[in-house]
């Protein structure tokens, strides 16, 4: 394949000879360094393909075998460029194009991140952005050591990043610290109260530290102090020695109500697709959209669906144009009923993805007292679910009591 680009690039003839002598004639080629290819009988002479250099060789050889040359075919960069001599307009916009295509080689048109999670892609691309690094930047106004230091810098959780230059696209691959995700302080040194933040009843309750103002089975109100953050030091004798200041700590659980209600109309609009569609194919080149169809919007009700693809010219070279097809897909809107058997599927659902929500913030169902009416025009969901959840914040120490020691006069 290659030596066949090089012959066209240097240019070759399709000949055919006539002589008495064939064979010499082959010979004498050989022996002079003459390559001949595609070797094929025709009628009493033979045809083949000589390049371009080598034909002009051939004449001593002819004189000697009296043989006679006929060109068949002139193929070639040489024999092209003869013909097209005086279309001047078009080697113009063959240089033009080899030009255009070298300065873009010169530009990043990509630029792919890879191993973030925390940190989301357009995250990373609009800390580029700020930093004057953005898709069409010359690569020698890039410094791959500097953008890794400074994606380190700004963002303290990517523990490794690598930034490299591949055609005309910015790779940058990064590693975060998974074991970075900070963790929350369950202890202060500071002296504390744990108080209720809800108002319901105490089902658990663990103190790990402080004195417990109230017991399983209480009612609490919301700011009411559930462990209090100061200790009596007793002696030996059960008699108070001072009071100690710390951090309330413990665990308390308790059963939260939760109000629930939720309405629809049984009435509602459904999408019908007709079926009719148009297309309208599209051109990107940078931030510029071209759109080839009829002009307009052809349906009064319609979705639009788009698929494009980016153009390169090889693996790693990409181009700022993308190409593609929108279609439009036409739709009329109908009124529609739910029956009753459906309102109430739809009602449950609805209370199902409710206390998923529930339980995904930490809370465990006990009870689910919600209840399902469907009326002539719409359907209502209204009740109480009951759940358990732990309860209770730190705040500062709400008395302060001055510390009572005894002396050894007392």
Same mark, same amino acid.
């Given at each position: 394949?290659?030596?066949?680009?090089?012959?066209?690039?240097?240019?070759?003839?399709?000949?055919?000879?006539?002589?008495?002598?064939?064979?010499?004639?082959?010979?004498?080629?050989?022996?002079?360094?003459?390559?001949?290819?595609?070797?094929?009988?025709?009628?009493?002479?033979?045809?083949?393909?000589?390049s371009l250099s080598d034909f002009f060789r051939l004449?001593?050889?002819?004189?000697?075998?009296?043989?006679?040359?006929?060109?068949?075919?002139?193929?070639?960069?040489?024999?092209?460029?003869?013909?097209?001599?005086?279309? +001047?307009?078009?080697?113009?916009?063959?240089?033009?194009?080899?030009?255009?295509? #070298?300065?873009?080689?010169?530009?990043?048109?990509?630029?792919?991140?890879?191993?973030?999670?925390?940190?989301?892609?357009?995250?990373?691309?609009?800390?580029?952005?700020?930093?004057?690094?953005?898709?069409?930047?010359?690569?020698?106004?890039?410094?791959?050591?500097?953008?890794?230091?400074?994606?380190?810098?700004?963002?303290?959780?990517?523990?490794?990043?690598?930034?490299?230059?591949?055609?005309?696209?910015?790779?940058?691959?990064?590693?975060?610290?998974?074991?970075?995700?900070? #963790?929350?302080?369950?202890?202060? &040194?500071?002296?504390?109260?744990?108080?209720?933040?809800?108002?319901?009843?105490?089902?658990?309750?663990?103190?790990?530290?402080?004195?417990? @103002?109230? @017991?399983?089975?209480?009612?609490? &109100?919301?700011?009411?102090?559930?462990?209090?953050?100061?200790?009596?030091?007793?002696?030996?004798?059960?008699?108070?020695?001072? @009071?100690?200041?710390?951090?309330?700590?413990?665990?308390?659980?308790?059963?939260?109500?939760?109000?629930?209600?939720?309405?629809?109309?049984?009435?509602?609009?459904?999408?019908?697709?007709?079926? +009719?569609?148009?297309?309208?194919?599209?051109?990107?080149?940078?931030?510029? &959209?071209?759109?080839?169809?009829?002009?307009?919007?052809?349906?009064?009700?319609?979705?639009?669906?788009?698929?494009?693809?980016?153009?390169?010219?090889?693996?790693?070279?990409?181009?700022?144009?993308?190409?593609?097809?929108?279609?439009?897909?036409?739709?009329?809107?109908?009124?529609?009923?739910?029956?009753?058997?459906?309102?109430?599927?739809?009602?449950?659902?609805?209370?199902?993805?409710?206390?998923?929500?529930?339980?995904?913030?930490?809370?465990?169902?006990?009870?689910?007292?919600?209840?399902?009416?469907?009326?002539?025009?719409?359907?209502?969901?209204?009740?109480?679910?009951?759940?358990?959840?732990?309860?209770?914040?730190?705040?500062?120490?709400?008395?302060?009591?001055?510390?009572?020691?005894?002396?050894?006069?007392?």
């Amino acid at each position: 394949m290659i030596d066949r680009i090089i012959r066209f690039i240097k240019g070759y003839v399709r000949i055919c000879i006539h002589s008495q002598e064939t064979e010499r004639f082959l010979n004498l080629c050989a022996n002079n360094g003459v390559l001949l290819y595609r070797i094929e009988g025709a009628g009493n002479g033979c045809e083949m393909d000589i390049s371009l250099s080598d034909f002009f060789r051939l004449q001593p050889i002819c004189r000697k075998t009296h043989t006679r040359i006929h060109i068949i075919l002139k193929r070639g960069l040489p024999f092209f460029f003869h013909r097209n001599r005086k279309r +001047k307009a078009f080697f113009v916009g063959v240089f033009l194009c080899f030009g255009l295509l #070298q300065l873009l080689s010169t530009r990043i048109w990509n630029i792919h991140v890879d191993g973030n999670y925390s940190y989301s892609t357009q995250s990373v691309l609009q800390y580029l952005e700020e930093q004057k690094i953005c898709h069409g930047i010359a690569k020698k106004d890039l410094s791959c050591a500097e953008i890794s230091a400074g994606i380190r810098e700004h963002f303290p959780d990517m523990i490794w990043v690598a930034a490299k230059i591949s055609g005309t696209r910015l790779l940058i691959s990064v590693q975060e610290n998974m074991d970075s995700i900070p #963790q929350k302080e369950t202890e202060t &040194e500071a002296p504390s109260d744990l108080v209720a933040t809800k108002e319901g009843q105490i089902l658990r309750m663990v103190t790990r530290q402080g004195i417990p @103002q109230a @017991q399983v089975g209480d009612m609490c &109100e919301k700011g009411q102090i559930l462990i209090r953050g100061l200790v009596d030091i007793m002696d030996d004798n059960g008699e108070l020695v001072r @009071q100690a200041q710390v951090p309330a700590d413990g665990d308390v659980y308790i059963k939260t109500a939760y109000p629930y209600y939720k309405e629809f109309p049984l009435t509602y609009k459904k999408r019908i697709y007709t079926g +009719k569609t148009r297309k309208r194919f599209v051109l990107q080149i940078h931030s510029l &959209e071209f759109q080839l169809g009829l002009p307009g919007q052809p349906f009064e009700h319609y979705d639009q669906v788009g698929r494009f693809h980016d153009l390169k010219l090889t693996e790693n070279f990409y181009l700022p144009v993308a190409y593609g097809k929108n279609v439009i897909h036409e739709y009329d809107i109908v009124k529609k009923n739910h029956t009753k058997e459906e309102a109430e599927e739809l009602a449950k659902a609805q209370i199902l993805d409710h206390l998923d929500d529930m339980m995904e913030k930490g809370v465990e169902i006990l009870e689910n007292n919600v209840t399902i009416e469907v009326t002539e025009t719409k359907c209502i969901s209204k009740g109480t679910v009951y759940g358990l959840e732990k309860n209770g914040e730190s705040v500062p120490l709400s008395f302060s009591a001055q510390p009572t020691e005894r002396t050894t006069d007392e």
